[in-house]
């Protein structure tokens, strides 16, 4: 009889277990629509961009050796990206780390332009006018950044603009280790 | 003939007429037929990554106009249907199809649903099975008993002016 009055219990548990999950997932901070990334870990795919500007230098993966790099897909038209620039123009103040741009799908002209009006906190600005760099990162919307290890390695991917919070707490640290 | 009479002939001519809507542009499209149909079937496998519940074959984003050419070029590259899906996923992620794969971490997704069916048709195969062992159970009445009911019955008959289906 207690064996039987037990398996009763079996839906109500099943039902809590389901609830718990779901309570889970509206999760403030959890973002259904993320992609997440498989590229942690992996070498940067091969790329050979030419510069924004011409006669300034163009920016390729091989020279992403040796060096820590903060990799930043941007766009003129993109409203985030403003939103993101003043905190990437403090970053660039940190000599640990140098912050390439990568303007994606945009005309070089208007990526320029843009850098001229909100100030320009890239050591290098490249044009990716078709995309396929940024495909090839998985990338699916701008911003989206990526930390390169000096062995030219993806240690870390922001989707989204970053945040004084996501700075402090994910990027930093990072750098700090790295930086070593 | 009402409003909604005159109007429903028309949605139906509507629905008839109209195809199911898709994004693929005729400059996209490819000049082999054969090819362009496997673009079709696997663009439609494939999630668009900006508006997630459309295939790249349904979404006008363009980041899924860039991913329909993609699929085109790898195919006149020479791309087999599987390696074309992999070289997506190789950048997005299983994400990207529309079906997850069938592999040990998707196994509950895949075989959920079929275990949820069996368990509940166990359920009720036992409680099937049990009816008749309960009827079995019943104990047939007592001699004390049978003679207290006779007794019942008795009475009521006794008394025939008594309104029945009304006692207690």
Same mark, same amino acid.
């Given at each position: 009889?207690?064996?039987?009055?037990?398996?009763?219990?079996?839906?109500?548990?099943?039902?809590?277990?389901?609830?718990?999950?779901?309570?889970?997932?509206?999760?403030?901070?959890?973002?259904?629509?993320?992609?997440?990334?498989?590229?942690?870990?992996?070498?940067?795919?091969?790329?050979?961009?030419?510069?924004?500007?011409?006669?300034?230098?163009?920016?390729?993966?091989?020279?992403?050796?040796?060096?820590?790099?903060?990799?930043?897909?941007?766009?003129?038209?993109?409203?985030?990206?403003?939103?993101?620039?003043?905190?990437?123009?403090?970053?660039?103040?940190?000599?640990?780390?140098?912050?390439?741009?990568?303007?994606?799908?945009?005309?070089?002209? !208007?990526?320029?332009?843009?850098?001229?009006?909100?100030?320009?906190?890239?050591?290098?600005?490249?044009?990716?006018?078709?995309?396929?760099?940024?495909? !090839?990162?998985?990338?699916?919307?701008?911003?989206?950044?990526?930390?390169?290890?000096?062995?030219?390695?993806?240690?870390?991917?922001?989707?989204?603009?970053?945040?004084?919070? !996501?700075?402090?707490?994910?990027?930093?640290?990072?750098?700090?280790?790295?930086?070593? | 003939?009402? &409003?909604?009479?005159?109007?429903?002939?028309?949605?139906?001519?509507?629905?008839?007429?109209?195809?199911?809507? &898709?994004?693929?542009?005729?400059?996209?499209?490819?000049?082999?037929?054969?090819?362009?149909?496997?673009?079709?079937?696997?663009?439609?496998?494939?999630?668009?990554?900006?508006?997630?519940?459309?295939?790249?074959?349904?979404?006008?984003?363009?980041?899924?106009?860039?991913?329909?050419?993609?699929?085109?070029?790898?195919?006149?590259?020479?791309?087999?249907?599987?390696?074309?899906?992999?070289?997506?996923?190789?950048?997005?992620?299983? &994400?990207?199809?529309?079906?997850?794969? &069938?592999?040990?971490?998707?196994?509950?997704?895949?075989?959920?649903?079929?275990?949820?069916?069996?368990?509940?048709?166990?359920?009720?195969?036992?409680?099937?099975?049990?009816?008749?062992?309960?009827?079995?159970?019943?104990?047939?009445?007592?001699?004390?008993?049978?003679?207290?009911?006779?007794?019942?019955?008795?009475?009521?008959?006794?008394?025939?002016?008594?309104?029945?289906?009304?006692?207690?």
């Amino acid at each position: 009889m207690m064996r039987h009055r037990l398996l009763f219990l079996l839906p109500v548990l099943a039902f809590l277990a389901l609830a718990v999950w779901f309570w889970l997932g509206l999760a403030p901070g959890r973002d259904p629509s993320l992609v997440p990334t498989v590229m942690i870990d992996k070498e940067v795919p091969s790329f050979d961009l030419p510069p924004l500007i011409a006669g300034k230098p163009g920016l390729k993966s091989a020279d992403l050796k040796g060096r820590l790099t903060l990799i930043n897909f941007f766009a003129s038209w993109c409203v985030p990206c403003r939103a993101e620039h003043p905190l990437l123009l403090d970053l660039a103040k940190d000599n640990r780390i140098q912050i390439d741009g990568i303007a994606w799908k945009n005309r070089p002209e !208007d990526a320029a332009g843009f850098l001229v009006d909100l100030g320009d906190p890239y050591t290098l600005a490249v044009a990716d006018q078709n995309g396929r760099t940024g495909i !090839d990162f998985g990338v699916y919307g701008v911003p989206e950044s990526y930390l390169i290890d000096k062995e030219g390695r993806i240690r870390y991917r922001q989707v989204g603009p970053f945040t004084e919070d !996501d700075i402090q707490k994910k990027l930093m640290p990072l750098i700090a280790e790295l930086s070593k | 003939m009402s &409003f909604a009479g005159r109007l429903l002939p028309g949605m139906l001519l509507a629905l008839l007429l109209s195809g199911t809507a &898709f994004a693929v542009e005729p400059s996209e499209m490819l000049k082999d037929p054969a090819l362009e149909a496997r673009a079709r079937a696997i663009s439609r496998e494939l999630r668009c990554l900006v508006c997630q519940n459309q295939s790249i074959d349904d979404s006008n984003a363009d980041l899924a106009h860039d991913l329909r050419m993609i699929v085109r070029e790898r195919l006149s590259a020479g791309d087999s249907d599987a390696q074309v899906k992999a070289y997506l996923v190789a950048r997005y992620g299983d &994400f990207v199809l529309l079906d997850p794969p &069938f592999e040990a971490k998707t196994l509950i997704l895949w075989l959920g649903p079929a275990l949820v069916l069996l368990l509940g048709a166990g359920g009720i195969y036992a409680a099937v099975r049990r009816r008749p062992a309960a009827a079995a159970r019943e104990t047939p009445l007592t001699e004390a008993e049978r003679q207290r009911l006779a007794e019942i019955t008795a009475e009521d008959d006794a008394k025939p002016d008594q309104p029945v289906g009304r006692r207690g």
